[in-house]
């Protein structure tokens, strides 16, 4: 059965100090991985799609690496602004374009 | 901008009345949307896949007289929840892909449903 797991469920950071969520996946032929971040009681804004093992990806604070088994998740330096939960998504073969399976996120609180 | 529309935000009914929300792409048209179902602290949980002039694909489990997905435009997908009760309570969101394929889907804001 194909599986996403986030870890860890939640993640407490001071101001400055860097960290890496983990998603791990079992999926047969994973045609792409992506990251959201989601604001609470807001839908998930999208950050990040990884396609295959070895590619990363950067935006501001973040950055988002892909392995066979695994992709993490950088925040360099956060800020207060960077807290949300943070989702990891697997898009599988056999599945429509779009249809995305999840994992149950890391809610991440920077504090000043 | 937001590239996907989602309404109601906010809505609070009646045990046993029926509750429409709307999902509007914005910036594209869309074949194709996915409507979603998030319970606190838990991650989203796909309920259906809503295919512009046809029918709509539901997951296992997902009881479609009662989620009822009407997609008649390609920007404009419904969901119907019918004879609501408090277990239906929950978060539903929508996303929207655009029909040039092979891009991310974009995400409603959401919509808070309180079944009472």
């Known amino acids: 059965e194909d599986q996403v797991t986030q870890s860890p469920e939640a993640l407490r950071l001071q101001e400055g100090e860097s960290s890496s969520l983990n998603c791990s996946y079992t999926?047969?032929?994973?045609?792409?991985l992506f990251w959201y971040r989601q604001d609470p009681g807001k839908g998930p804004e999208f950050l990040f799609t990884?396609?295959?093992a070895g590619e990363e990806k950067e935006k501001e604070r973040l950055k988002a690496t892909l392995t066979k088994k695994e992709s993490f998740l950088h925040i360099t330096a956060p800020k207060p602004e960077d807290s949300a939960t943070y989702l990891c998504?697997?898009?599988?073969?056999?599945?429509?374009?779009?249809?995305?399976?999840f994992g149950a996120g890391t809610q991440v609180v920077v504090t000043p | 901008g937001a590239v996907v529309s989602q309404h109601p935000s906010r809505v609070i009914c009646k045990s046993g009345t029926s509750v429409k929300i709307e999902c509007r792409s914005l910036?594209?048209?869309?074949?194709?949307m996915f409507w979603y179902r998030q319970f606190p602290k838990q991650s989203l949980m796909l309920m259906a896949t809503s295919n512009e002039g046809s029918k709509a694909t539901y997951e296992q489990g997902v009881e479609k007289d009662k989620f009822l997905i009407n997609h008649a435009s390609l920007t404009l997908s419904t969901l119907t929840v019918t004879s609501a009760h408090p277990e239906d309570s929950s978060f539903y969101i929508c996303?929207?892909?655009?029909?040039?394929?092979?891009?991310?889907?974009?995400f409603g804001q959401g919509t808070r449903l309180t079944v009472v």
């Open positions: 998504a697997v898009q599988v073969p056999t599945d429509s374009w779009g249809k995305l399976q």
């Open positions: 996303s929207v892909l655009p029909r040039a394929r092979n891009t991310e889907a974009f």
């Open positions: 999926v047969s032929g994973l045609r792409g």
């Open positions: 910036d594209f048209q869309a074949t194709t």
């Open positions: 990884l396609y295959s």
